[in-house]
Each structure stands twice: as structure tokens, then as C-alpha cells.
């Protein structure tokens, strides 16, 4: 609708909500999050430990934790389909093939009884119907492409002889090996030690150009939004608290947590004593208020912000903001 | 001048290599029980069945009376000893690794499927699991051999229809650890669908455990069958069956100690043989099943 990028987005998330019914009450989760994501676009998802993050990315593939967790509504649309509305068996034929996923955990990413080789030409044998010795090769060139240096050796391997940032290419190279239309990366880099990082990210980033995907990049790691994303949402208790192109995030925060986020990050070069913290604990989201999440721990707190949730307020172009502060202008 | 004093190396800390040296003597007893009872056929032993009244209760060849026609002595129906307990090892055996096959397959399964489905599936099957654990296998075996009547299936069957319970909460435990590790979810988000799932990464993730339970449990096994042989629910009489043969021999104990003790002797180098053995495959394939 607002887009201006004449192309159907690859990726329309509308009015996704996702609930954990749990013993204490219902949480959730998520809560009403909308985007859209276009071809060779990278979207960094942030926000706090329990803010929706990773269970907005599960929603989209439909593997959120059963049974506590259900999607009660919303559409998520990839190229105009939506898969909220697919069977499971239609699902794991998207999965994978359309939609490839890296998760956070190198250690545990790949199954530790089969050889590196077996659990790659796996995914290239059902995607590509390949066999015998052009599998091999297609799968050695994957491992090249993620590279990973002498790759027929390499398909030999077990997971346990590989290095974390390794394992964590394997990972990636599995994860496109369709190549899908949609990325999700979640936290792909944070066991790796930072110059592994460093390399982990360049090279996703040229995965992305060389095939146009579109990108989920969840972190919480500003810098690393900064370097990978060309959008960025705020996600606070389930919801994006403000969504804009990277400059806008970082340049103009309209939202306080965003404003409150962007301050407690360390800055080179400058003195301080003290790192900013953000005030307060993260909401409990099953004893929500009906008002703003953040306004318990937000400065600029009104009677209105503790009673009315704010609608997401447009203050430019693709940039969104759910703050009453922002109601007025 | 100040001498450089080199510190005398320390000897190297010895690590303790617990169950690191393959049980050589637990080998050695299975295997030769094993091919006793495979190869008994063709051992050309004496007839285990064939009765001689007038050869009854003659001792083993290193007692004063004892002759190499009967290296072990005579029964009570002066039976040959030797090939009695060598048929025996063949039912024993037979009873223990078919038992224990049935139970894990069917341990393994149940485990399996409650720990991947969780939720009702996992209740329903767990309540099951309980109601199994808390059956006594003597009775179950009783109440078999008074009904069907007693024979080696009805054992097998009893056997394996209460100890699979073991398995399937042993195994649905490791399902729950492992469905938390990134290599589940990352082969779900490739598309892969439960019976993939199931098979190809949570059971060969689970075969350690599987191996080691099952040796553990084949010792357990053969007491089971023994107890219930010796009690005249388990293997019927003439085939020879240790525990059968215990039970035969109990009367004459102090004449003939032979006709109760060998079998006896039998029984309990074979369970503690594979107990060893189940207790060192646990600690080299994986330390961390010490509960077991």
C-alpha cells in the first residue's frame, strides 16, 4: 500500500498475532505485527530477549512451539500466497525450498551422527533431484559458495570436527540451497566470536545479492543492523514499536524505547562513565496494561499512554511509530 | 652464579580411563556360552533328553566317583548335565536377545513417538508406560502360563510386554533433550515431515542408549525367564532351561549339589557377563547415561 516499490513485495506480513497459552495466562507473543519485505531487502528485527523477535520468524514458517503457542491471525503472504491458510503437508514442501532459515546455535545446528556431506546433499537431493556423483558435486559447490576451503574433503567430515563458524557456513549453505525467496536469519552470529562474525556476515550479504533474497535479519545487535539491514523494526512486548528505513532508525528515533535503545549502546571513542541502561524490567506480557508497554518504564509517559494503546502513526516515508508523542504532529 | 633449577616434570596426571579397556573376561564368557548354545547340535553331546535311571545323580569328573562319560554328572533321571546346561545356554540366550529385541522396538517406538508429539500423545502414552512399570512381570508371566499354558513364546511374550515400559521412558527422555537442539528445528524449517524427523534424526541420536540398555537388560532377562522356569511358569519341562533345572536339583541339594549349583553357576556368569559388558559399552559410548 504505501510501498513505493512497484514490485509485490516477496514478503507481506499482515496483522500476524501469535498467543502462548500457558498456565499463567495467555501471552502474547505476537501481537499484531504488519511488513513487507521486497526482493533482495534486509529487515533487522530487534528488540529485547522475549519481545516477539523469534517467535514473529517461527510464526512465518508456521513452526512455533506446539501446543502452546498458536497463530490466532493475521496473513503471511509469500509472493501473494498465503501460508497461514497452507496444510502442513503444502508446508514442508515451502519450507526450505522458499523459505530457508539459519538458527542461532552452530553447536547443535547439525545432526552429530551423520557426516557433514549426508546432511547437505540431503536438502540438494529433494530440492534439485540430484544423484550420485552431480549431487556430490552440486553439494561440494554449495560448500564452496559459503566457502568453505576444500569442500569434497569436507562432505566427509562429522559436525564435531568442525570449527562453530564452520558449522555455522554449513548451516547457511544448507539454508540456501533451493535457493529459497525469503531468508530468515535468527541471531545467526551470536555464538561466533566476533572476527568470525565479521566474515559470517559478509558473506550472507553476498548470498543475498548473488540470489536477491529478502532478508529477516534477527539481532540484537545494533551494529550489526547498522551494517546488514536497509529497514529496521522495533519490536517491545510483541509489537513493532517502530519501523523506518536504517538512516531514519538511527538518525531520527521517534519512539522512546528506540530513542532509549539506541542510548544505552557503547560509543567509541567517547568517555563514559556509566553505559545507559533502560529503567525498569521488561513487561510481564501475561499481566499486560491495556495501554503502551513501554509507558511503566518510558519517561515521557502520559495518563493517555497508560489506558489507550497507540496505533502505528506515520511521521514519513515507511516510517511508523506506535507513540502518543507522535499523535499530536 | 644462580642456577637454573629445572623442575623435575611431574608425571604425567594419570587420567582415569574408567571403561576405556575392552572387558576382555565378559567377552570371553559370552562368546563362549553363545557358541555353546549355537553350535550345541552339532557338539556331539549326549541326548539332553535321554533318561537313565540306573546312571542318576552321578557326580562331575573331578569328584572321586566321577567318570568323563558325564564330564558334569547326572540329574536326577540320570540325564547328561553338561548338555543340559549347554541346551540351556541355547534357550536362555534365545529367551534373553529375543526378549529384549521385542521390548525395544516397542520401547523405542513408544518413546520415541510420545517424546517428538508431546502434548495428549505424550500423556496417554506415559500413563500407559506407568501402568506397565508398576506390573509385576512374575505375575503377568503366571497369569500367561495358567491360561495360554507355558511355553517359550508365552515367556518371551511376557517378558517384553512389561520390560518395553523401561525403554519407552528412557528414550522418550533423550527425545525431549534432543528435540531442543537446533538440529530438529533446522531439519523441520528444511521441510523435513515427523516420520523423517523420527527416524532420521532422533532414533540414530538415540542408538547409544538403545545398545546399552540392551545388553544391560539381557542379563535381567535371563533371571527373569530363570525365576519363572524355576517356578514352572516359563520354559515346560523336558526342554532343559536353567531355571527348570535349579528347581529340579533344589531337593537333593545336599547329595547332589551339582544338579542345582551348575546351572545356577551358569546363570550368574552369564548376567554379571553382560552386565559388565552393558556397563562398559555405557561408559565408552556415552558417560552421560551413568543412571542407567
Known amino acids: ?329 | 652464579m644462580s642456577t637454573i633449577v629445572v623442575p623435575e616434570v611431574a608425571a604425567a596426571p594419570t587420567v582415569e580411563r574408567r571403561g576405556r579397556r575392552l572387558p576382555v573376561v565378559p567377552i570371553a564368557i559370552i562368546t563362549v556360552f553363545v557358541l555353546a548354545g549355537v553350535l550345541a547340535p552339532f557338539l556331539q553331546l549326549a541326548d539332553p533328553l535321554e533318561q537313565s535311571l540306573r546312571a542318576r545323580f552321578r557326580p562331575p569328573v573331578w569328584d572321586e566317583s566321577g567318570t568323563w562319560a558325564h564330564p558334569l554328572g547326572t540329574d536326577r533321571l540320570g540325564r547328561d548335565m553338561l548338555s543340559r546346561i549347554v541346551w540351556g545356554a541355547r534357550v536362555s540366550l534365545a529367551a534373553g536377545v529375543l526378549t529384549v529385541l521385542l521390548a525395544t522396538a516397542v520401547g523405542a517406538a513408544v518413546g520415541l513417538v510420545a517424546g517428538y508429539y508431546r502434548g495428549r500423545v505424550d500423556a496417554v502414552l506415559m500413563r500407559a508406560t506407568d501402568a506397565t512399570l508398576s506390573f509385576p512381570v512374575i505375575l503377568l508371566a503366571l497369569i500367561l502360563a495358567v491360561t495360554v499354558g507355558p511355553s517359550f513364546t508365552n515367556v518371551v511374550i511376557a517378558i517384553a510386554v512389561i520390560l518395553w515400559a523401561r525403554y519407552a521412558r528412557v528414550i522418550r527422555g533423550q527425545v525431549l533433550t534432543l528435540m531442543e537442539l537446533d538440529f530438529i528445528a533446522q531439519a523441520r524449517i528444511a521441510g523435513a515431515g515427523a516420520t523423517r524427523i523420527i527416524v532420521h534424526h532422533l532414533l540414530p541420536n538415540t542408538l547409544n542408549t538403545l545398545v546399552v540398555l540392551l545388553t544391560l537388560q539381557i542379563g535381567y532377562v535371563i533371571i527373569v525367564e530363570a525365576s519363572l522356569s524355576f517356578l514352572g511358569a516359563g520354559i515346560p519341562p523336558p526342554t532343559p532351561a536353567w531355571g527348570g533345572m535349579i528347581a529340579e536339583g533344589r531337593d537333593f541339594v545336599t547329595s547332589a549339589w551339582w544338579v542345582s549349583f551348575l546351572p545356577g553357576l551358569s546363570i550368574l556368569l552369564v548376567v554379571l557377563a553382560f552386565n559388565l559388558l552393558g556397563d562398559w559399552l555405557r561408559d565408552t559410548l556415552d558417560p552421560k547415561l551413568r543412571q542407567l
Open chain 1, 1 to 329: 500500500m504505501t510501498s513505493v516499490s512497484p514490485t509485490r513485495p516477496v514478503l507481506d506480513v499482515r496483522d500476524l498475532r501469535t498467543y502462548l497459552v500457558t498456565r499463567w495466562g495467555t501471552i502474547r507473543a505476537v501481537d499484531g505485527v504488519s511488513f513487507a519485505l521486497n526482493e533482495g531487502e534486509t529487515l533487522g528485527l530487534v528488540g529485547e530477549s522475549g519481545s516477539g523477535k523469534s517467535m514473529t520468524c517461527l510464526s512465518i514458517v508456521r513452526l512455533v512451539p506446539r501446543p502452546a503457542a498458536r497463530i490466532l491471525g493475521g496473513q503471511v503472504l509469500l509472493d501473494g500466497d498465503d501460508l497461514l491458510t497452507k496444510t502442513e503437508a503444502e508446508m514442508q514442501a515451502i519450507r526450505g525450498r522458499r523459505v530457508g532459515m539459519i538458527l542461532q546455535d552452530p553447536m547443535s545446528s547439525l545432526n552429530p551422527v551423520f557426516s557433514v556431506g549426508m546432511q547437505v546433499r540431503e536438502p540438494v537431493a529433494s530440492y534439485h533431484g540430484l544423484r550420485g556423483r552431480s549431487l556430490t558435486q552440486r553439494a561440494a559447490a554449495l560448500l564452496e559458495s559459503v566457502r568453505i576451503s576444500s569442500p569434497l574433503e569436507r562432505l566427509r567430515a562429522y559436525p564435531h570436527q568442525m570449527s562453530g563458524g564452520m558449522r555455522q557456513r554449513v548451516v547457511g549453505a544448507m539454508a540456501i540451497a533451493a535457493p529459497p525467496r525469503l531468508l530468515i536469519a535468527d541471531e545467526p552470529t551470536t555464538s561466533l566470536d566476533l572476527t568470525i562474525q565479521a566474515q559470517y556476515l559478509n558473506l550472507l550479504k553476498d548470498l543475498q545479492r548473488q540470489h536477491r533474497l529478502a532478508m529477516i535479519f534477527v539481532t540484537h545487535n545494533l551494529g550489526i543492523v547498522a551494517r546488514m539491514c536497509d529497514r529496521v523494526a522495533v519490536m517491545y512486548a510483541g509489537r513493532i514499536v517502530e519501523m523506518g528505513p536504517l538512516r531514519t532508525i538511527f538518525r531520527e528515533p521517534a519512539h522512546p524505547y528506540t530513542r532509549a535503545l539506541l542510548a544505552s549502546v557503547p560509543r567509541l571513542g567517547t568517555r563514559t562513565e556509566q553505559l545507559t541502561a533502560i529503567e525498569g524490567q521488561p513487561p510481564d506480557l501475561a499481566t499486560l496494561s491495556p495501554g503502551c508497554a513501554f509507558a511503566p518504564r518510558c519517561a515521557h509517559a502520559t495518563g493517555r499512554c497508560r489506558t489507550e494503546a497507540p496505533p502505528p502513526i506515520t511521521l514519513g516515508s515507511g516510517h511508523t511509530a506506535r507513540c502518543w508523542l507522535h499523535a499530536e504532529s
